[in-house]
């Protein structure tokens, strides 16, 4: 069975606008559901529990691209998607060719892509999925000095719940932090 989940890129302008912090999104479910109204939403099929989500995640987010456009977030949740589904397409590829090694195609082309006759495990949603195993939230943080966004220093919070309903807040970790700090975490695996 895959572990499913949500991926809820939450929009900068919409945080900045209504000056909505992390906290205000974890202790009022009311600000959590405008916050996930206010996102791009999407959904991928395995490996969703957080030993694999979250280094894949922290791996994006940490880019460069992801940081400039962290104020961007219809850009930044759709170069996200673009950049899933080439790290998906080899997985396809061993499906359709009836082969087992998951890194036989370690650098996935736009020619292999064109190839693939199956679906890549990720799609786009209106509504997060109440049936995810997982959920995290993206919310931008780009500092202000001077009075100017200094974007060279974004970085990204990363809330997790269980499930897709958002019921029970689990932790939160920074891109820029090591996974080690909540690897301990009775949820951990």
């Known amino acids: 069975m895959s572990t499913r989940g949500n991926i809820i890129f939450v929009d900068h302008w919409f945080l900045e606008e209504e000056n909505i912090t992390k906290d205000d999104i974890i202790k009022n479910k009311t600000i959590l559901n405008e916050a996930i109204k206010n996102s791009y ?57 009836r082969e087992f090694d998951p890194y036989k195609d370690k650098n996935p082309s736009l020619e292999n892509f064109k190839k ?31 009075g100017c966004y200094q974007y060279n220093k974004n970085s990204f919070d990363i809330l997790i719940y269980d499930g897709g309903e958002f019921n029970k807040y689990l932790g939160e970790i920074n891109s820029e932090d090591t996974l080690q700090e909540i690897q301990n975490e009775d949820w951990w695996y």
């Open 116 to 146: 693939s006759k199956d679906f890549f495990g990720i799609g786009l949603m209106r509504e997060p999925t109440d049936w995810a195993s997982y959920s995290y939230i993206i919310l931008p943080k780009t500092p202000i000095e001077n």
């Open 41 to 97: 939403k999407i959904y991928v099929h395995s490996d969703m529990y957080p030993s694999g989500a979250l280094d894949d995640l922290q791996e994006f987010l940490t880019l460069d691209g992801a940081k400039h456009r962290a104020h961007d977030t219809s850009y930044l949740s759709a170069w996200f998607v673009g950049w899933k589904c080439l790290d998906m397409s080899r997985y396809t590829r061993r499906f359709e060719e």
